[in-house]
């Protein structure tokens, strides 16, 4: 089973989302995806505007309704295989709780940036490497390949491109900005996953 965490600040906005769409995505591939705050408001919803974000995303309604956040503790990430976090405060956060998860480790956008530099001839070539091995290490050898992207793809000119934006207590845009930054990173894990879990 591979174990995907995605992190943020209070768990009822962007990680829930993050957490929801790649469960959807990737059924049937074996993916279990947990989500937790760094400084999780315990027990609360998703914003309804997440909910809506969800929703709009073909996340069921009953999916959106259950999510209750949970506040970030080691129990969260020693068996996940990959850690994206919403924002770098995030990501290190995650290196000071459990700092054997840093390689595995990236803000959302940091691992789309890096996975795009990689074809999917790459990505098989790396998973071909852990041929013998079970999906969760299959996902393990491409997250390596995209890890050893860091320092080959130029980061970005304003390091907050490696960010989601927080869209809590602020305008409906905002959300949608915030949603609209998401997608196309949640494209690339959804790729990675696929070649991992196909090859």
Do not use: K
């Not at 793809?153 to 869209?167: E, M």
């Amino acid at each position: 089973m591979i174990e995907i965490a995605t992190i943020c600040t209070g768990n009822i906005c962007r990680s829930p989302l993050a957490a929801l769409m790649l469960q959807t995505r990737l059924a049937g591939r074996g993916v279990r995806v947990t989500s937790a705050g760094t400084r999780g408001l315990a027990d609360h919803g998703m914003t309804p505007e997440a909910q809506r974000l969800a929703l709009a995303r073909g996340i069921s309604a009953p999916d959106a309704e259950a999510h209750r956040a949970r506040f970030l503790t080691e129990q969260h990430l020693v068996s996940a295989d990959l850690v994206l976090a919403m924002a770098r405060e995030h990501r290190r956060a995650v290196a000071e709780l459990v700092p054997a998860r840093t390689r595995v480790a990236f803000t959302v956008r940091e691992f789309a940036r890096l996975a795009s530099s990689l074809s999917d001839a790459a990505l098989q070539g790396a998973v071909a490497t852990a041929a013998d091995q079970d999906a969760a290490g299959r996902l393990r050898a491409a997250v390596a390949a995209v890890a050893g992207q860091r320092g080959l793809v130029l980061p970005p000119a304003d390091p907050t491109d490696d960010d989601v934006v927080d869209p809590y207590r602020r305008s409906w845009s905002t959300y949608e900005a915030s949603a609209a930054q998401l997608d196309p990173a949640i494209d690339q894990v959804v790729r990675v996953v696929a070649v991992a879990t196909t090859s």
